[in-house]
């Protein structure tokens, strides 16, 4: 596609349930993060997908958090028992991998938990 | 760890003023500087960027320049307007290990240019 797309643009779940956010890289990036941006955390790295594994998951808050990419491409990031601090924007972004190449991002899933 | 600190905000400028929003960091290793922009109701976008020492990143009339010696990379623009009204990341990337390209941002500095 022309640009990253996540999906759903907004999300509101009650506590305690389970929710699945989308990101569709460009093609033939090889590299996707998953961000989370919250008010009073700023932007924070959760985790890096090269190809189909994550080399680096450092960044995800509980186990209440995973994420999966398949067929290097399009990768999926679950909460599990959401709780009210999960609320954030999820922004995904993608690149080619390189050292100096540009990260391109999405426009951000908006997660509320009520 | 690494890290990215940027002059807190709001900034409030009238337009044609001159602007600079001050980032500093702390990096293992030599690290790629950026500067990302987000306008209303839109994504995150590269708006400038620095791989070494020295460089100068430049567009739409922003300037940063890579200072090794003070760890900083602060933007600055001569005349700003309205329409450069948004937020101001500025971030590093990770050079090596398991986190290549990983960026890590300051927090974030909001504009706001009036007429």
């Known amino acids: 596609g022309a640009g990253v797309s996540q999906s759903p643009s907004n999300k509101v779940t009650e506590k305690g349930k389970d929710v699945e956010l989308r990101c569709d890289p460009i093609?033939?990036?090889?590299?996707l993060y998953w961000y989370r941006q919250s008010l009073g955390q700023g932007l924070e790295f959760l985790i890096y997908f090269q190809g189909n594994s994550a080399p680096d998951k450092s960044g995800l808050p509980s186990d209440r958090f995973s994420a999966e990419r398949t067929g290097g491409s399009v990768s999926t990031l679950t909460i599990q028992r959401t709780q009210q601090e999960d609320s954030a924007v999820y922004l995904c972004?993608?690149?080619?991998?390189?050292?100096?190449?540009?990260?391109?991002f999405g426009q951000g899933t908006r997660l509320t938990v009520v | 760890g690494n890290s990215v600190t940027q002059m807190e905000g709001p900034v409030t400028l009238s337009e044609e003023a001159f602007l600079t929003i001050n980032c500093t960091y702390t990096?293992?290793?030599?690290?790629?500087l950026f500067w990302y922009v987000q306008y209303p109701g839109e994504g995150l976008q590269l708006l400038l960027k620095?791989?070494?020492?020295?460089d100068k990143g430049s567009n739409k009339g922003f300037e940063a320049t890579y200072r090794k010696e003070t760890t900083s990379f602060h933007l600055e623009k001569g005349s700003v307007q309205v329409s450069d009204s948004a937020v101001y990341f500025c971030?590093?990337?990770?050079?090596?290990?398991?986190?290549?390209?990983?960026?890590?941002f300051g927090q974030g500095t909001i504009l706001t240019v009036h007429p």
């Open positions: 620095a791989t070494k020492a020295d």
């Open positions: 972004a993608s690149s080619f991998g390189d050292l100096n190449t540009e990260a391109f």
């Open positions: 971030a590093l990337s990770e050079v090596g290990g398991t986190s290549y390209g990983k960026l890590t």
């Open positions: 990096a293992t290793g030599y690290p790629s």
């Open positions: 093609s033939g990036h090889t590299a």
